[in-house]
Each structure stands twice: as structure tokens, then as C-alpha cells.
């Protein structure tokens, strides 16, 4: 595996790196992360993966040591060590105690920053889904490691050869197993509210700029597995893939009745990335 790491103040390579068992995230998963887009040493939408970051660890009262300022400074310096020029930034934040304990009471930070080769690539090609049930928790807006149902699911997606499994509580659709969706009917954009149901994704956020921006009306309401196949266009958002157009879910040719709408939403996601990459790069 290629990369490099920072863990708990030592860089290693990603290979050489071994994390003691009193990290409570192999215990009971307790632990927040976020996944960033690198250019050399700058991370893409940096103050909102932080924020949100920050946001998680109050909501769980995981102790960082580090203010925004100095947790931002030690992912670019993690990821000039790392000699990446485009990256995956994975960060995590967890606890640790003596014992295994389920309690987090006087517990003790854990940082872990990995930072991996990846590139965001333009792509027009329409990807694929399946729908599976959604059998979380309530406490999806916190972006923790607890991820079972997501693998689960995601598994099947990969059994079937779909790019991912959009997931339903009941016939309501609320996002995918690692990205947020939205729908496109009558050139009105729909995506489920960010409440506890879902992560409130940073591309999703972009997504309703781009609308803003490109006169599209938009609703942040929830819709059904039914609404979703009938659907003009399916808009799935990720920091890994951007915005992409869905092709088929379950196998059944869906959307195609929007492309130009679809589209113009998804370059400017891409776009956005791209104009940042162009700058770092320079410099
Ligand atoms: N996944 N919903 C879920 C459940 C996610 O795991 C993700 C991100 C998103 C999209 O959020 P954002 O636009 O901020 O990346 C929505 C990341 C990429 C992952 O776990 O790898």
C-alpha cells in the first residue's frame, strides 16, 4: 500500500505503521474521521471539512488537542512530507485508554493523518446503483467510523457490479452508502434534508450552489424509491467522485430526461476542483 501517515506525532509509511490496540476505534469505533482532496500542501474545501470535523468531535466530546488552525497545519505538513502531489487525505480522530472500558470518560486523543496517491478525474460516464435497505442507526449526520451497514451494503453494490447502493428507511430514500443523492424532476433538484438521517455531505452543499448558481430551484425534502426511478436525472456527490450521473439502479435504465441540466450541475462540481488544482499546482 503507498502512502505515508502521521500517528500521534511520528510520520511512517503507510505500510510501517502499526496502531496500538488501546485506540477505542477497534473497540467500539469510537472515532470521527474526514476524507480530503490534496494538491501538494493545500486541501480542497479545507474550512469545511474541518468545521465539520470540529462539529463531530463536540457532539461526541472527543478531546483534540489541537486547535483548527494547528490540526490544518499538521495535514499540510503531513502531506508536503509525503512528497504526493495529488492525494486522498484520510483523517481520524479516536480515543484511547488503558483498558478496553465502554465508558469514554478521561480518555486521551488519537490522531491518525494517511495520505494516499489519488486523482479526481473528469467523467461523463453514468454509474450505477442498487437500492438496499437502510439499516443504520440514528446518528448518521456524525461522520464516524461506524461504518457495518455502509460496508454491507457497498459489498453487495460490488456483487451485483454497481458503483454504490442507495439506501431506503421504508420507501423513503435518504443517501448512498459513502455519498449523498439527490434527484431532478420537472428541473426542481430534491435531496433528503441533512438531519440525522444523513451525513451532511460537502458536495452535496456544492451541489446546492451550483443550483443557486445555475437557476435551478431546489428543496431539501426527502423523496421516494419510486419518485427516485421515475426521476428526470439522479445526482450522486462525493469530495471522491464529485458529481455523477446515474445510469441504472437495479439494473433499470433511470434518469436521461435532464442530461443537459445533470451535466452543467456535475462540470461545475468538477469544475470547482479542477480551478483549485490548476492554482496549487503553480505554485
Ligand atoms: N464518504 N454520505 C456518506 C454516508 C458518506 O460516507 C459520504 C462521504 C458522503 C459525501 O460527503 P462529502 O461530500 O463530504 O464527501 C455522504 C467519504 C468520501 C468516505 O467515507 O470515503
Known amino acids: 500500500m503507498s502512502g505515508f501517515a502521521y500517528y500521534n506525532g511520528e510520520f511512517y509509511p503507510l505500510d510501517g505503521l502499526s496502531i496500538p490496540i488501546t485506540n477505542?476505534?477497534?473497540?467500539?469505533?469510537?472515532a470521527v474521521y474526514e476524507v480530503?482532496?490534496?494538491?501538494?500542501?493545500?486541501?480542497?474545501?479545507?474550512?469545511?471539512?474541518?468545521?465539520?470535523?470540529?462539529?463531530?468531535?463536540?457532539?461526541?466530546?472527543?478531546?483534540?488537542?489541537?486547535n483548527k488552525e494547528e490540526i490544518t497545519a499538521l495535514i499540510s505538513h503531513t502531506m508536503k512530507k509525503s512528497g504526493i502531489g495529488e492525494s486522498l487525505v484520510y483523517l481520524q480522530v479516536s480515543r484511547c485508554a488503558k483498558e478496553r472500558r465502554h465508558s469514554a470518560l478521561n480518555t486521551a486523543h488519537d490522531l491518525l493523518i494517511t495520505v494516499s496517491p489519488y486523482s479526481l478525474k473528469p467523467s461523463e460516464e453514468r454509474i450505477s446503483l442498487i437500492t438496499h435497505d437502510d439499516l443504520r442507526y440514528y446518528y448518521c449526520d456524525i461522520?464516524?467510523?461506524?461504518?457495518?451497514?455502509?460496508?454491507?451494503?457497498?459489498?453487495e453494490a460490488e456483487k451485483a457490479k454497481a458503483d454504490e447502493a442507495v439506501l431506503h428507511r421504508g420507501d423513503t430514500v435518504t443517501e448512498c452508502a459513502h455519498s449523498n443523492i439527490a434527484i431532478l424532476k420537472g428541473n426542481r433538484l430534491l435531496t433528503h434534508p441533512a438531519n440525522n438521517l444523513i451525513l451532511p455531505g460537502i458536495t452535496r452543499k456544492n451541489l446546492l450552489k451550483a443550483c443557486v448558481k445555475e437557476r435551478v430551484p431546489f428543496e431539501e425534502r426527502p423523496f421516494t424509491v419510486s419518485?427516485?426511478?421515475?426521476?428526470?436525472?439522479?445526482i450522486v456527490t462525493s469530495t471522491t467522485r464529485a458529481g455523477r450521473l446515474v445510469g441504472k439502479i437495479d439494473g433499470k435504465s433511470v434518469g436521461g430526461r435532464a442530461t443537459d441540466c445533470g451535466e452543467s450541475l456535475c462540470k461545475i462540481l468538477y469544475e470547482q476542483f479542477a480551478q483549485f488544482k490548476q492554482q496549487n499546482l503553480t505554485l
Open 143 to 155: 461522520k464516524t467510523v461506524n461504518l457495518l451497514p455502509s460496508v454491507i451494503a457497498s459489498t
Open 227 to 234: 419518485e427516485m426511478m421515475e426521476a428526470d436525472e439522479i
Open 36 to 66: 480530503f482532496l490534496g494538491v501538494g500542501e493545500a486541501v480542497y474545501q479545507c474550512e469545511e471539512h474541518i468545521s465539520r470535523l470540529f462539529s463531530n468531535l463536540r457532539k461526541l466530546s472527543i478531546p483534540l488537542l489541537y
Open 24 to 30: 477505542r476505534a477497534f473497540y467500539f469505533g469510537d
